[in-house]
């Protein structure tokens, strides 16, 4: 079974076409902001990309910064290797695991006691206000859409990772939701049972 590779994701993208540290890093947060991934992971990963033999840099590098500030780095272009693609291809056959669920809120439901409850309640409180907040700002066009033969595959694919967000998002506040309810409802009965 496939699993969630930072390093499969960050390749794909420089099959594409290569690329820039800083350029992939946009590039993540623009198309897989749901994966969350720090900004030293892009460079991180791309380390361990070109160790392996699937990215190779590519013609001279570029100095970019101040002279001033002395702070001049080396902007280095990035492209895939054919070893690269070939791994990437097999990454792409392999089965999908099911999604892992990992929740932060959830793994402190489970150690909590009920002293723990009003805290908890405000914390489902919040994150479900800030799904509702990440779910308005999704462009969530008909799914439909994304099979019809004048959408380019880019496109189409966009889209259905952004409907895969928005259903998810939904699915998390309504659980939420739900136990809001069930916290609430305990607190109104016995505040510090067990």
């Known amino acids: 079974m496939s699993r969630l590779s930072t390093k499969h994701v960050v390749l794909g993208l420089m099959i594409e076409r290569p690329s820039y540290g800083y350029l992939l890093q946009q590039q993540l947060a623009e198309r897989l902001g749901f994966l969350g991934l720090a900004d030293s992971a892009v460079y991180k990963t791309i380390e361990r990309l070109e160790a392996d033999g699937w990215v190779e840099e590519v013609g001279g590098t570029a100095a970019?910064?101040?002279?001033?500030?002395?702070?001049?780095?080396?902007?280095?272009?990035?492209?895939?290797?054919?070893?690269?693609?070939?791994?990437?291809?097999?990454?792409?056959?392999?089965?999908?695991?099911?999604a892992v669920l990992r929740d932060e809120l959830q793994a402190k439901l489970a150690v909590s006691t009920s002293a723990d409850l009003p805290r908890l309640m405000e914390m489902a409180e919040r994150q479900a206000q800030a799904c509702l907040a990440e779910l308005a700002q999704i462009q969530r066009p008909r799914l439909t859409l994304a099979g019809t033969p004048d959408v380019p595959w880019a496109v189409a694919a966009r889209m259905m990772a952004d409907d895969f967000q928005a259903r998810w998002l939904e699915g998390l506040v309504d659980w939420l939701n739900a136990i809001c309810e069930v916290m609430e409802e305990r607190l109104k009965r016995v505040p510090a049972d067990g």
């Open 64 to 98: 970019v910064g101040s002279v001033a500030r002395g702070a001049r780095s080396r902007r280095v272009l990035y492209r895939a290797t054919p070893r690269g693609v070939d791994t990437f291809k097999e990454w792409m056959a392999e089965p999908c695991d099911r």
